[in-house]
């Protein structure tokens, strides 16, 4: 409980937060939930190293308890270099997504744009995937060996996961190599 205040001060601070477009019914669901318990959560290798550290919450509705990410979610590999980064709102959904690679190079960028639900239950919200709409903005990065970096492959959105609208592919110069509409 003693973290609530932080949490809430930082759902207005963390870069991104305020793009992200939520529905009207996600709005509904945020205020029929509430936090029972939020606590800091850290796993490690068998090495000693940091495997993934976050701040978990847990939710009660009807029966059932869920628990969520929620704030930031850090994942590193065994050797203790950073393999991903997420941010998540304060009911578990993720809004910006960082992915390395094991040079410690990005790999993948996945921002929220629009956040949505057909959940006609608290329960069915936390439970189930089928219920949600999402649309976001996805970059992809590639490493060239002629410049010794990654360089940007291609862009586009997504919705629910899949490809749609206008995607644009890259050379290692930077060049536009084509584009493609799904």
């Known amino acids: 409980m003693r973290y609530l205040p932080l949490i809430f001060l930082l759902s207005f601070c963390c870069d991104g937060y305020g793009q992200v477009q939520f529905s009207e019914r996600y709005e509904k669901f945020k205020e029929q939930l509430?936090?029972?318990i939020v606590y800091d959560s850290v796993a490690r290798?068998?090495?000693g190293n940091i495997k993934f550290k976050t701040v978990v919450a847990r939710f009660h509705t009807e029966d059932y308890v869920f628990y969520q990410y929620i704030g930031d979610y850090e994942e590193y590999f065994r050797d203790g270099s950073l393999s991903g980064t997420w941010k998540f709102d304060d009911y578990g959904v993720p809004f910006d997504t960082?992915?390395?690679d094991g040079t410690g190079s990005l790999s993948c960028e996945i921002k929220l744009l629009e956040f949505?639900?057909?959940a006609k239950s608290a329960f069915e919200f936390l439970d189930s995937e089928e219920c949600l709409k999402f649309k976001t903005f996805e970059k992809y990065y590639r490493y060239s060996f002629r410049l010794c970096d990654t360089y940007l492959y291609k862009e586009g959105h997504k919705m629910n996961?899949?490809?749609i609208?206008?995607?644009k592919f890259y050379d290692?110069?930077?060049n536009l190599k084509k584009e493609k509409e799904y």
């Open 98 to 100: 960082k992915i390395y």
């Open 45 to 47: 290798y068998k090495n």
């Open 165 to 167: 609208g206008l995607w």
């Open 161 to 163: 996961g899949t490809k």
């Open 34 to 36: 509430k936090p029972t």
């Open 116 to 118: 949505d639900t057909t």
């Open 172 to 174: 290692a110069d930077g």
